[in-house]
């Protein structure tokens, strides 16, 4: 029931999260066979942060984008789809009783519903509209208004990859008059600065049409704010709105073009066009939860912002120091920003340079959404070329920066981030890249081709996912599933032999085939009367399904070398502890794991897998251990420096 319907809407819905039309989903189908009134619905979103609900709904068209939607089935698909708010709305639960997941969703938009302010329908279809406009209804006491994403709107919103342009705030339309500022004089060359003081009813304004799009700067700016400062801001807000001001820090913000000038006497803005709060995301979205959520009135605030105008070509360079040195509640490392880009760049040019085996083809890192379209576009100038370009970068191996997120964040074990959506995970994940690698480290080859080989992991568990079609849940389930592979048969699993075959055996595929249903069933019963999907974003989600006892359904996987696993899964003596392996390991020069790892090979004396292990860290070592071995790695290490320093090859000091 509504399996093309709800492949297609996990598609779009993946786009339109890179896109900021949304900022995650959950899939729930369910459809009315029988009776009238009926409710048709894919999925469903109602972040924590937000008080809008947002209803996914979707119609497959098997010619595509040769094929026009019709007035009257859309009409038909977003009333159906509205219905089902109405339903929950009348708490009629009852009917999806026998549907897990619409159960579910409906439980919890149940027990939220007063927090639900608004409801937004989104249409989503393969084919083409010709008029999206459908009248905006009230469902108990609610504003519901619909969106149509056809085929043509995706297009668009996919191939833009600057969304700053797209925010344009003209103050004479929504205050009713420029906005005074203080210029900053005289006007340096290389930038102007203003400073403003804006009414807390604008900045409510500003987060509620355009929301983390304006801090595409700040990838932080996703995560939910939690510490004593937003609290004391949620306090000041409600108990002292008047001194706001005086107590805050303000923002700070940069523009592509401002409009400036002379209005009955004083310096105003009248325009801003490319608006980045650079910081300040915490306080911005504090004021606009306050009279979203918490129905404070914010007539009485006011708060600083300084802006500055910097020429497109100088944003790399100001943004990271103007993050650097403005003093906020919460500080933002210059990482966030600086090194983060260079880390998806250096993503991005290995991308470029490593081939597959064979020198065939390779794999496309879209740093920049729509990246990829115009590389084709770009090489492909004729149907040959065009050809040439698809045979070198197939769209199977195309991959984004929320992409290597989740497969990054699966493997290092943190599903229950990954189920919070795609942004909020890419967002957490850039926040914590410093913590995980040296603040010199950048991707390198070997890298590379281990998130590769996670790809490739990842797709083939997400195959198997598609082809057993679970009733719902599939998102949760292959995270999961990944992160319980790392957790059980990480250290022991060949990810260069995956990316040496580009592909997994039929051995490894057999056992996701297995472990998923188990792992679905699993998360139904950890959650118990919870949402199955809120509970998965919990710690307690992986704790539980990180106990269970698997294992391997048949013969192991040649991908799962388990001649180390015993040896792996044995403790280090009791005077050893883990980080003292991992400097035994560090101890070691480049040139020493090369003769280690020369000698191994040659004489057989190591085993297969601790070889790929020695490899590993031989190429750590030759980057000075910028990126130092887990301890599990170590663990192995010390084992084969034993045996090489029995036979003479190296010493420990």
């Not at 700053?164 to 930038?191: N, Q």
């Not at 849940?473 to 059980?488: C, E, H, Q, R």
């Not at 599990?632 to 034993?642: D, S």
Request: proline share 4%; hydrophobic share 40%.
């Amino acid at each position: 029931m509504l399996a093309d319907e709800t492949a297609l809407a996990d598609v779009m819905l993946g786009y339109m999260e890179e896109a900021g039309l949304v900022t995650e989903h959950e899939l729930c189908p369910y459809e009315d066979t029988a009776g009238r009134n009926r409710c048709r619905v894919v999925g469903y979103a109602l972040p924590e942060d937000s008080g809008r609900l947002e209803i996914f709904t979707a119609q497959f068209v098997p010619d595509g984008g040769d094929t026009y939607l019709g007035a009257d089935d859309l009409s038909r698909l977003a009333g159906r789809a509205a219905r089902f708010f109405g339903y929950v709305a009348a708490h009629d639960l009852a009917r999806f009783a026998g549907n897990d997941a619409a159960a579910s969703a409906a439980r919890y938009i149940a027990d939220e519903l007063k927090r639900v302010e608004d409801v937004r329908v989104h249409v989503l279809t393969n084919g083409l509209v010709r008029d999206r406009s459908v009248s905006t209804i009230e469902i108990a006491d609610r504003t519901v208004e619909f969106s149509v994403v056809d085929l043509e709107r995706l297009y668009r919103a996919s191939r833009e990859t600057v969304t700053r342009d797209r925010i344009e705030i003209d103050f004479t339309t929504l205050i009713g008059r420029p906005i005074a500022c203080l210029e900053m004089k005289p006007r340096p060359k290389e930038y102007e600065t203003y400073l403003v003081i804006l009414p807390g009813e604008l900045i409510f304004q500003l987060y509620e049409e355009f929301g983390a799009r304006l801090f595409e700067f700040n990838v932080r700016s996703f995560l939910q704010a939690k510490g004593k400062v937003n609290k004391g801001l949620r306090d000041t807000l409600r108990n002292e709105p008047e001194r706001f001001l005086a107590y805050n820090n303000g923002i700070t913000a940069t523009a592509d073009e401002i409009e400036a000038g002379l209005f009955m006497g004083e310096m105003t803005i009248s325009r801003i066009r490319g608006l980045q709060i650079v910081n300040g995301a915490q306080t911005t979205a504090s004021i606009h939860r306050a009279k979203k959520a918490d129905k404070i009135d914010i007539s009485k605030v006011a708060l600083a912002m300084k802006l500055t105008l910097v020429e497109p070509a100088k944003l790399t360079e100001f943004v990271p120091l103007i993050a650097r040195y403005s003093n906020t509640q919460n500080v933002i490392q210059v990482s966030d920003l600086s090194a983060n880009n260079e880390f998806h760049i250096g993503v991005e040019q290995l991308s470029e340079k490593v081939w597959c085996p064979g020198e065939e083809e390779r794999w496309f890192y879209e740093r920049a959404r729509g990246a990829y379209q115009v590389a084709a576009a770009r090489f492909g100038t004729t149907p040959a070329r065009r050809r040439e370009f698809d045979r070198e970068c197939p769209k199977a191996n195309r991959f984004s920066k929320t992409d290597l997120a989740k497969f990054l964040m699966s493997w290092w074990q943190r599903p229950q981030t990954v189920s919070r959506g795609a942004q909020k995970n890419f967002a957490i994940f850039m926040s914590e890249l410093p913590e995980r690698f040296a603040a010199d480290w950048r991707p390198d080859e070997v890298f590379y081709k281990e998130v590769v080989a996670l790809a490739i992991l990842f797709r083939a568990a997400q195959s198997v996912i598609r082809r057993a079609k679970l009733q719902s849940y599939g998102a949760n389930v292959l995270t999961f599933m990944i992160a319980k592979l790392s957790s059980d048969f990480g250290v022991q699993l060949d990810l260069p032999g995956i990316w040496e075959s580009q592909n997994v055996s039929p051995e490894l595929v057999r056992v996701f085939e297995d472990w998923a249903p188990r792992i679905h069933a699993a998360i139904i019963t950890g959650a118990g009367r919870s949402n199955v999907t809120e509970w998965c974003k919990k710690d307690e989600s992986w704790t539980y399904i990180k106990t269970l006892d698997l294992g391997l359904a048949e013969q192991a996987p040649v991908e799962i070398v388990t001649e180390a696993a015993e040896a792996d899964d044995t403790p280090p003596p009791p005077h050893v502890n883990g980080e003292d392996l991992v400097g035994l390991c560090c101890g070691i020069d480049g040139a020493g794991w090369a003769r280690v790892v020369a000698w191994g090979a040659e004489n057989g004396r190591i085993a297969k897998f601790d070889q790929r292990v020695a490899l590993t860290l031989a190429s750590y070592a030759l980057q000075g251990w910028q990126k130092k071995p887990s301890i599990k790695q170590a663990r192995i290490g010390v084992r084969v420096l034993k045996t090489a320093v029995g036979a003479g090859v190296v010493s420990l000091t």
